[in-house]
C-alpha cells in the first residue's frame, strides 16, 4: 500500500505491555481448544460480543487492572501503519453520512498484547480481532499480523489494512443501527435460526471493507497484487475454509461468517460500487 501521504488517524490507544498476566480463562479450556478458537473465531466480530450477549469465546474469571493510555498516532512501525489505515477508513466513511445529513463517530482502535478490559468484557487474542459498540471500539491483538502470514497465508500490508477495515465495517454497522436491530431480534429465534442473520452481518462488513478499498484505490493507495492480498485472506478465513483446516465437518447451518466464495464476492461487491447501498446483504436474495 501506498499510505506516506495519509493523514494518521490520532484515534489509536496503545496498551501493549499492560496485560496478560494473572489470567485466568474459564472452563478449563486446554491448548488445543484455543487453537481451536482461533481457527474458528477469527477475523470478524463474533456476534455474541457484539451484542452483548453471553457466550463468546472464553469467559475470563479474573481480570488485570490497566490505566488508560494516551491516545494519538504511536510512534512505532506498526503503529504507524495502522493509524494511517484507520485514518483512509475515517476518509472514506466521513463523506457517505454527511450525504446522508448525519455525522460519522470515529472509532477508536485499541492494539493490546494478552487480553484488555472492554465494554463487551474482556478481550483475548483467542477471539481475534472485534469490534465492540458499546464503546465504539476496534480491539487489535498485535499477534495478528504474524497469524496472517503464517496460519492463514495471507501475509502484505493490504491483508492487515483488509481485517481492520472489516473490523470498521462493523462500527458503521452499528452507526448506522443495524447492531441493534440484530440485538432486537436475536431472542426471538432459534440458536440454528440466529446463524443466518450473523452470517448476513459479516458478509456486510466485508462488502463496507471493499467500499473502503475502492476509496483507498481512488486516492492512489493500493498497489499492483493488494487486491489479490484482500481476496486471498477473505478466502482462508470463509467458514468452510477453517472449517477444513481444522479437519471438522462442514455443516452450512452452524456457519456465522459466510463462505470463502461469500466472502470474497461481497467484498468484490463493495469494491466495484464504492457505495453502502450495494452491501444490503439483509434483503439480498442470494448471498
Not at 89 to 94: L, S, V
Not at 182 to 210: I, Y
Request: hydrophobic share 35%; charged share 20%.
Amino acid at each position: 500500500m501506498r499510505l506516506e501521504d495519509q493523514r494518521p488517524s490520532q484515534n489509536i490507544e496503545d496498551r501493549r505491555g499492560m496485560g496478560g498476566r494473572g489470567m485466568r480463562v474459564g472452563g478449563g479450556i486446554g491448548i488445543g481448544g484455543l487453537l481451536i478458537a482461533v481457527v474458528a473465531m477469527f477475523m470478524g466480530v463474533d456476534p455474541r460480543i457484539v451484542l452483548g450477549l453471553q457466550g463468546g469465546a472464553e469467559q475470563i474469571t479474573q481480570s488485570v487492572p490497566q490505566k488508560p493510555r494516551p491516545v494519538g498516532a504511536p510512534n512505532h512501525e506498526m503503529g504507524r501503519f495502522v493509524a494511517r489505515v484507520i485514518g483512509s477508513t475515517e476518509d472514506t466513511w466521513r463523506l457517505p453520512f454527511e450525504q446522508q445529513g448525519g455525522q460519522y463517530g470515529e472509532p477508536r482502535l485499541v492494539l493490546y498484547e494478552g487480553g484488555t478490559r472492554t465494554a463487551c468484557g474482556f478481550g483475548t487474542a483467542t477471539a481475534g480481532p472485534f469490534c465492540c459498540p458499546p464503546d465504539r471500539t476496534v480491539y487489535l491483538d498485535t499477534s495478528l499480523f504474524k497469524l496472517l502470514s503464517q496460519r492463514f497465508r495471507a501475509p502484505g500490508d493490504f491483508a492487515q489494512a483488509y481485517v481492520i477495515a472489516h473490523e470498521v465495517g462493523h462500527h458503521v454497522q452499528n452507526q448506522l443501527g443495524i447492531m441493534a436491530k440484530m440485538q432486537e431480534m436475536r431472542p426471538r429465534l432459534s440458536e440454528s435460526q440466529n446463524n443466518a442473520p450473523s452470517v448476513r452481518v459479516e458478509l456486510q462488513a466485508d462488502c463496507f471493507a471493499g467500499v473502503w478499498a475502492y476509496h483507498a484505490q481512488k486516492r492512489g493507495q493500493i498497489e499492483v497484487g493488494d487486491v489479490e492480498e484482500a481476496l486471498r485472506a477473505a478466502s482462508d478465513i470463509g467458514d468452510d475454509t477453517l472449517r477444513r483446516a481444522s479437519q471438522r465437518r462442514i455443516v452450512p447451518e452452524s456457519f456465522t461468517h459466510g463462505t470463502a466464495e461469500k466472502r470474497v464476492r461481497w467484498f468484490r461487491t463493495g469494491l466495484r460500487s464504492g457505495t453502502m447501498v450495494a452491501c444490503n446483504t439483509f434483503e439480498a436474495t442470494t448471498l
